[in-house]
């Protein structure tokens, strides 16, 4: 259980006990968090950030020391910011920074890493000062204003975002064998540059920002595809769409499979390669947008189009934040009807049939050439070179790797973790990946994201002596 903040707060010395009980009695009465009433009380915005960033997890922010640049809230409706309480606070490296009262609520940083098509980073603030700023900022945008400044922010140009980075331990649940065997080792220039290709794509698991991890999927054995028929693969939760769907298919010469939930689907597309998926997008265990993902990440499915189906996403803005971010061909809001269905999946199959399949040769070739470039350490180069690898094929995981670690080496710590991000998606268990980016999330104060993603190394690791450097990182984490 998390310690109490009114209990952080007395300990750091930023309030008293007495003013605590006192602010806890009024904000029960008033139906207010804590915080929100001691900050009305006098205490200081950051003094009482920093006990939220101690007691979330992850870094926060004082926002009445923040100067926001007003053009960030074209991401983020006003309705939706002040319903849920987000509000865009920076744009550093390309990733949407949010302040948030509850930055570990995954469903909804999902939803805004959706919507907006960017990477996320949360950062938890006091609940009264985020709907005053949220308030004000909308308000400064509606009138022609581009730039909102904290009461106490001093002079600069924005974005000034005035983070706490968290100095305390993290309670994270680790199992209870963790062991001290070996001293951490740090991450070397040859681990990073080990090329990612070589490695045998591993199985599906689900992806951490959506839920929960669930189970891994049973191993699926690559099968052999009707011949003859163009293969359908039918994913959704309930079975009476899924009968419907296979039988009409079926009807008109397709081959069908099908798949009940996200890990399910992800783990068949890996054996069959089908001619199409057809995917749902709210399921279980794995959210259907990042089983869409996972299915573009990887190697033997990665051409494979996908046609994504919705009761929930529905609009313009969703659908073609399918296609550019998850990469889904085509968009189909429910209750549907099968003749526009079955139309839509043979405009699909056409117009994907003669598709470029990226240039594997051509992104080789910029890999090879921006790993001489690092080690001459000549980055602003050896980046245009992993760029360009990049764009000659876009799931090259060692590329994003090796972008990663340049833009690293050259200060760009945020855009540097997101590449590393990518990487680990396109490759969920390259342990120099997850090792990276376990390290880049403590340097800016994520502290829980550093222990889930080392969780997750822990699965990656070869042998025991690696898991034992693994427990020994979490350990110093931890305390």
């Known amino acids: 259980m998390a310690v109490p903040i009114g209990t952080i707060l007395v300990q750091r010395g930023a309030t008293t006990q007495a003013m605590v009980d006192r602010a806890w009695g009024e904000a029960k009465a008033a139906g207010e968090r804590l915080c929100s009433r001691l900050l009305k009380l006098g205490v200081d915005e950051a003094l009482l950030v920093e006990g939220l960033a101690e007691q979330q997890g992850g870094p926060g922010v004082d926002l009445s020391r923040s100067i926001l640049d007003l053009s960030l809230l074209a991401l983020v409706p006003r309705a939706v910011a002040e319903n849920d309480l987000i509000l865009p606070v920076s744009d550093e490296g390309g990733r949407l920074h949010l302040a948030m009262v509850s930055p570990n609520d995954q469903r909804l940083l999902s939803e805004v890493r959706f919507v907006s098509g960017r990477e996320v980073s949360a950062y938890v603030a006091v609940d009264f000062a985020l709907h005053q700023a949220i308030g004000e900022a909308y308000d400064a945008r509606e009138r022609g204003e581009e730039v909102w400044r904290g009461h106490a922010a001093g002079p600069g140009l924005p974005p000034l975002l005035a983070a706490v980075v968290p100095s305390a331990e993290v309670e994270v649940e680790i199992s ?24 045998p794509p591993p199985a599906a698991t689900p992806m951490a920002a959506v839920e929960a991890p669930a189970e891994r999927p049973a191993e699926v054995p690559i099968e052999v595809r009707p011949a003859g028929r163009r293969t359908v693969l039918v994913v959704d939760d309930e079975p009476e769409i899924r009968l419907l769907l296979e039988r009409s298919l079926e009807k008109h010469g ?29 399921l279980p265990k794995v959210h259907g947008f990042e089983a869409c993902q996972q299915i573009k990440a990887s190697p033997r499915s990665r051409y ?3 046609i994504m189906m919705t009761a929930i996403y529905r609009g313009w803005r969703f659908a073609q934040d399918a296609r550019d971010t998850y990469g889904a061909e085509d968009y189909i809001e429910k209750p549907f009807r099968f003749d526009d269905v079955l139309r839509r999946i043979d405009a699909v199959l056409e117009a994907t049939a003669s598709r470029p399949r990226g240039d594997g040769a051509a992104a080789t070739a910029e890999v090879e050439r921006g790993k001489e470039l690092l080690l001459a350490s000549r980055l602003p180069e050896a980046r245009a070179a992993f760029e360009a690898a990049i764009a000659a094929d876009p799931y090259s995981a060692e590329a994003h790797a090796l972008l990663a670690r340049t833009l690293r080496s050259a200060g760009e710590a945020f855009s540097a973790m997101t590449a590393f991000e990518k990487s680990a998606e396109l490759r969920p268990g390259h342990l120099p990946s997850l090792r990276a980016l376990a390290a880049l999330y403590e340097e800016k104060g994520f502290r829980r994201k550093a222990a889930e993603t080392l969780e997750r190394a822990l699965g990656a690791a070869p042998d025991e002596a690696t898991r034992a450097t693994i427990k020994q990182d979490l350990l110093a984490l931890l305390g």
Do not use: S
Not at 176 to 197: H, S
Not at 254 to 269: F, I, N, P, Q, S
């Open 254 to 282: 397709y081959a069908v499979e099908t798949a009940a939930d996200g890990a399910e689907a992800v783990a068949k597309a890996e054996a069959l390669v089908p001619d199409l998926v057809l995917l749902d997008a709210m």
């Open 176 to 199: 209870e064998d963790i062991i001290l065997e070996v001293e951490a080792t740090p991450l070397g220039e040859e681990e990073i540059l080990t090329p990612l290709e070589e490695e």
């Open 304 to 306: 494979v189009p996908v």
